[in-house]
Nanobody, 124 residues
Framework: QVQLVESGGGLVQAGGSLRLSCAASARTLSSYHMGWFRQAPGKEREFVAAISWSGGRTSYADSVKGRFTISRDNSENTVYLQMSSLKPEDTAVYYC?????????????????WGRGTQVTVSS
């Protein structure tokens, strides 16, 4: 069982930056691929970014490529999402998720554990 807790969300003006953190309870977080997803009001949850267990491979949604960076520190059992050049359309609840084994994927159904989310609001 892996417990995930997101933090770092908040209100920011367009063009600003935020760094989200996802702290995991698992002692072996390095065994899991990690992903960030988001869900805006009235919309389905969508993939944002993913990182392999070693940090050697990453994947991004086209909408955030070049603006967001996913990283991880396995020694701290933490995954990060650095968000820059934020836009109002980035407003959503952001969730981190863990996937055991396989490869990094974009489908939320492939992830085994989820956090409760952190709200990000970008004002225009």
């Amino acid at each position: 069982q892996v417990q995930l807790v997101e933090s770092g969300g908040g209100l920011v003006q367009a063009g600003g930056s935020l760094r989200l953190s996802c702290a995991a309870s698992a002692r072996t977080l390095s065994s899991y691929h990690m992903g960030w997803f988001r869900q805006a009001p009235g919309k389905e949850r969508e993939f944002v970014a993913a990182i392999s267990w070693s940090g050697g491979r990453t994947s991004y949604a086209d909408s955030v490529k070049g603006r967001f960076t996913i990283s991880r520190d396995n020694s701290e059992n933490t995954v990060y999402l650095q968000m820059s050049s934020l836009k109002p359309e980035d407003t959503a609840v952001y969730y981190c998720a863990a996937r055991f084994a396989g490869v990094i994927v974009t489908a939320d159904s492939a992830y085994n554990y989820w956090g409760r989310g952190t709200q990000v609001t970008v004002s225009s």
